[in-house]
Antibody, heavy 121, light 111 residues
Framework: EVQLLESGGGLVQSGGSLRLSCAASGFTLSTYAMNWVRQAPGKGLEYVSGISGSGGNTYYAESVKGRFTISRDNSKNALFLQMDSLRADDTAVYYC??????????????WGQGTLVTVSS | QSALTQPPSASGSPGQSVTISCTGTSSDIGAYNYVSWYQQHPGKAPKLMMYEVSKRPSGVPDRFSGSKSGNTASLTVSGLQAEDEADYYCSSYAGSNTFFVFGPGTKVTVL
């Protein structure tokens, strides 16, 4: 059974940093691209970042480019999101989402339960 | 502001059908058959309901169907049931620069 479990969220001051983790199980992590999608309170979904199965290719939304860094450790079945220079508008639930085999088809077939990041100004 | 456009709400009585539209541009929905739909119940993670416009993941009832015409994709829920009441989000691949875009979501209410 595929499971994704996020951790690392919490309350941080504006300008601070947080590192989110996503523990994956039930599948071979290196085969699939992985993604972070966030949802601000009461708002819709926003694609934040993604990384290919090998880790060699990454993508960042303009809103986080230069501040967030996505990485993965396939040997430890883990995905990470390092978030620096956090702003109030980064406040959201952050979901880890698994892609299907072809990353660009944009099919996120499994999602974690989410971790809440709150940035206070 | 979302790159894709969805109606904020839709509703129907049990057993009826409801169709949700998702309008993009020739750079996203119009360019690729990579439209997905996600269902989200309050306080829960999104769930994949449709992918590549009209393909249903295993376990999703055949009451759900998807289609696309030009720059607009649609999700139809036939035979509405109480458990279908949720928010529905469309998404599309939008090329190597923008990657993936989501719609703002449509709240489906079962009357």
């Amino acid at each position: 059974e595929v499971q994704l479990l996020e951790s690392g969220g919490g309350l941080v001051q504006s300008g601070g940093s947080l590192r989110l983790s996503c523990a994956a199980s039930g599948f071979t992590l290196s085969t699939y691209a992985m993604n972070w999608v966030r949802q601000a309170p009461g708002k819709g979904l926003e694609y934040v970042s993604g990384i290919s199965g090998s880790g060699g290719n990454t993508y960042y939304a303009e809103s986080v480019k230069g501040r967030f860094t996505i990485s993965r450790d396939n040997s430890k079945n883990a995905l990470f999101l390092q978030m620096d220079s956090l702003r109030a508008d980064d406040t959201a639930v952050y979901y880890c989402a698994k892609s299907t085999v072809t990353w660009t088809k944009g099919v996120f077939d499994y999602w974690g339960q989410g971790t809440l990041v709150t940035v206070s100004s | 502001q979302s790159a894709l456009t969805q109606p904020p709400s839709a509703s129907g009585s049990p057993g009826q059908s409801v169709t949700i539209s998702c309008t993009g541009t020739s750079s996203d929905i119009g360019a690729y058959n990579y439209v997905s739909w996600y269902q989200q119940h309050p306080g829960k993670a999104p769930k994949l309901m449709m992918y590549e416009v009209s393909k249903r993941p295993s376990g999703v009832p055949d009451r759900f169907s998807g289609s696309k015409s030009g720059n607009t994709a649609s999700l139809t829920v036939s035979g509405l049931q109480a458990e279908d009441e949720a928010d529905y989000y469309c998404s599309s691949y939008a090329g190597s620069n923008t990657f993936f875009v989501f719609g703002p979501g449509t709240k489906v209410t079962v009357l």
